[in-house]
């Protein structure tokens, strides 16, 4: 309880790193359902994803750094949601759509993570750093199968892997949510 905003971080984490994870494990189902890529292609896309991860992250460590992790993270659950919008309503014939869609993915993945981290670290006391991070982790996977659950359950329901994937949004909106209810100074 005197760690509201700590609590309310990992709660909003949760939520949306399950979208995060749905883009890891099922990114490349979606492109080669979806789209038709062959395994070289879904590697190159989820190699894409990656490099530009890293490149988001850099780029928006110092935006962390100017504006605060909360505001860092909200930018970058907007970016995830209009990217995965993107990926979601791509025609199928566009595979380069589809690339451009995770790139622009990749783009956010990166300081979302980073900016989550630093935020928690700039929350947490010095003698409870170890517990802290630990729930941290947990977050990460708490709720780790519900994407996939829904995944399948929309993609069933309604015959369409694009209502599945489209569960995304809704988690990134949720985390986003959640997470605006955080004081940063509070913390």
């Known amino acids: 309880r005197r760690y509201?905003?700590?609590?309310?971080?990992?709660?909003?984490?949760?939520?949306?790193?399950?979208?995060?994870v749905m883009i890891f494990g099922i990114g490349a189902i979606y492109s080669t359902e979806v789209f038709?890529?062959?395994?070289?292609?879904?590697?190159?896309?989820?190699?894409?994803?990656?490099?530009?991860?890293?490149?988001g992250a850099l780029a928006m460590g110092f935006l962390d750094d100017r504006i605060g992790g909360k505001r860092t993270i909200l930018i970058s659950l907007v970016g995830l949601t209009l990217a995965s919008?993107?990926?979601t309503l791509a025609p199928a014939e566009s595979t380069i759509s589809m690339y451009l869609a995770?790139?622009?993915?990749?783009?956010?993945?990166?300081?979302?993570?980073?900016?989550?981290?630093s935020l928690l670290g700039r929350f947490v006391p010095a003698d409870k750093e170890t517990e802290f991070?630990?729930?941290?982790?947990?977050?990460?996977?708490?709720?780790?199968?519900?994407?996939p659950l829904l995944y399948g359950g929309m993609t069933t329901v309604f015959g369409n892997q694009r209502y599945g994937i489209g569960v995304i949004i809704?988690?990134?909106?949720?985390?986003?949510?959640?997470?605006?209810?955080?004081?940063?100074?509070?913390?």
């Open 102 to 117: 995770g790139l622009a993915i990749g783009l956010f993945i990166g300081p979302n993570q980073a900016a989550s981290r």
């Open 36 to 55: 038709g890529f062959t395994l070289t292609q879904a590697l190159l896309w989820g190699l894409g994803v990656q490099f530009t991860a890293g490149l």
């Open 4 to 20: 509201g905003q700590i609590s309310r971080l990992l709660v909003a984490r949760m939520i949306y790193n399950d979208g995060l």
């Open 85 to 87: 919008l993107w990926a």
């Open 170 to 187: 809704v988690f990134f909106v949720v985390g986003g949510l959640i997470l605006a209810t955080v004081d940063e100074k509070a913390g």
């Open 133 to 147: 991070y630990g729930f941290f982790a947990f977050s990460g996977k708490a709720i780790a199968f519900m994407g």
